[in-house]
């Protein structure tokens, strides 16, 4: 079994940066891949950035230049630096991981962003 648990979210300007972690436990060497997603009220979950198979890593396109997905396999912990945030940005963001055997996803509890003068 494999658990993740997301922080670092919070109220920023626009303009503003955050950094959200993400930290798995468990089953760590039945993760397959890692990714973050976000949900905003009202609309369906979508990637925001992720690692691909290879562990390069990949980019939605509102996330490209402002966004920077990177881990630390040491402490067993994902980050997504957000930069140049803007109101659109609001939402909950969601620490993805697909396991090996059976690509089943597995989620964290979410961590809320919010972007607001």
């Known amino acids: 079994q494999v658990q993740l648990v997301e922080s670092g979210g919070g109220l920023v300007q626009p303009g503003g940066s955050l950094t959200l972690s993400c930290v798995a436990s468990g089953s760590i060497s039945s993760i397959y891949t890692m990714a973050w997603y976000r949900q905003i009220s009202g609309k369906q979950r979508e990637l925001v950035a992720g690692?691909?198979?290879?562990?390069?890593?990949n980019y939605k396109d509102f996330a490209k230049g402002r966004f920077t997905i990177s881990r630390d396999n040491d402490k067993n912990t994902m980050y997504l630096q957000m930069n140049s945030l803007k109101p659109d940005d609001t939402a909950v963001y969601y620490c993805?991981?697909?396991?090996?055997?059976?690509?089943?996803?597995?989620w964290g509890q979410g961590t809320q962003v919010t972007v607001s003068s």
């Open positions: 690692f691909g198979y290879d562990g390069g890593s």
């Open positions: 993805n991981a697909v396991i090996k055997s059976s690509y089943d996803h597995v």
